[in-house]
């Protein structure tokens, strides 16, 4: 595949600053709200196809568009097809400092940005191509794969880049927990739920699947992105523990 060049990827790098405004009036405050209505009622209005629907395109983030190409590669996808624009897209996400943010010009993260990079590699661009050299500095400087977050752990864990003893797990018998205790299954949020009763799964099973070089458990692919790869078996330490 021919990789698009260095110079699809966003320079702006810049994170997206917050400001607070100045405590409104009730009559501001009010004004304000009437102009927001008014303006998405005239959006929504103005975006309507002649046929009485509407359609846009449903965004997401570099991490979901990486987390799909994980998905195809557990379960023998071939992303031949999609394998241009996958790659192209992703590099275009890419920040000036070589991170990958999980919204538009917002800044990037180690978790985020291995991820990305697990799935670049996946897609079949080389660790030499300057994308990948700019992200691989990136982790390095912010302190290698040891960041990593806890979901991008268990990601790296079903591939085999790290050991399953290293991320954190809750054991599948929590679903059983009565509603009378304070941590149960439905004191989470349905969001929460979907999310965490097929972790479940996984936790238990601990599946391990081979990515493109054909390696299973101990795949040393990412060895260069860690500060000390013979330190992965390390428990994984919550931000908790800095305070």
């Given at each position: 595949m021919d990789n698009p060049t260095h110079s699809r990827i966003r320079e702006s790098s810049e994170p997206t600053?917050?400001?607070f405004p100045s405590p409104l009036t009730e009559e501001d405050l009010k004004t304000r709200v009437e102009k927001s209505i008014r303006s998405g009622t005239e959006f929504l209005f103005s975006a309507q196809r002649k046929e009485q629907f509407w359609c846009a395109e449903l965004e997401s983030n570099a991490t979901i568009t990486s987390e799909y190409v994980f998905m195809?590669?557990?379960l023998g996808i071939s992303l031949k097809e999609k394998q241009e624009g996958l790659?192209?897209?992703l590099f275009k996400k890419q920040n000036h400092d070589g991170s990958w943010g999980i919204a538009d010009q917002w800044r990037g993260d180690v978790s985020t940005t291995a991820e990305v990079y697990l799935?670049?590699?996946i897609l079949e661009t080389e660790?030499?191509?300057p994308v990948l050299l700019k992200a691989e500095k990136y982790i390095r400087d912010q302190g290698g794969l040891e960041k990593m977050r806890v979901f991008t752990r268990i990601f790296f864990a079903m591939f085999g880049l790290l050991p399953w003893e290293s991320t954190p797990v809750i054991p599948p018998e929590f679903i059983f927990f009565p509603s009378q205790l304070p941590a149960?299954?439905?004191s989470l949020a349905s969001w929460a739920r979907s999310?965490?009763?097929p972790l479940f799964i996984i936790f238990h099973h601990q599946p391990v699947y081979a990515l493109?070089?054909?390696q299973f458990k101990e795949n040393p692919l990412l060895d260069h992105l860690w500060l000390n790869p013979k330190d992965k078996k390390r428990a994984f330490e919550s931000s908790l523990a800095n305070f």
């Open positions: 600053r917050i400001h195809c590669q557990m790659t192209r897209y799935a670049l590699r660790q030499s191509h149960n299954i439905y999310t965490m009763v493109p070089n054909g």
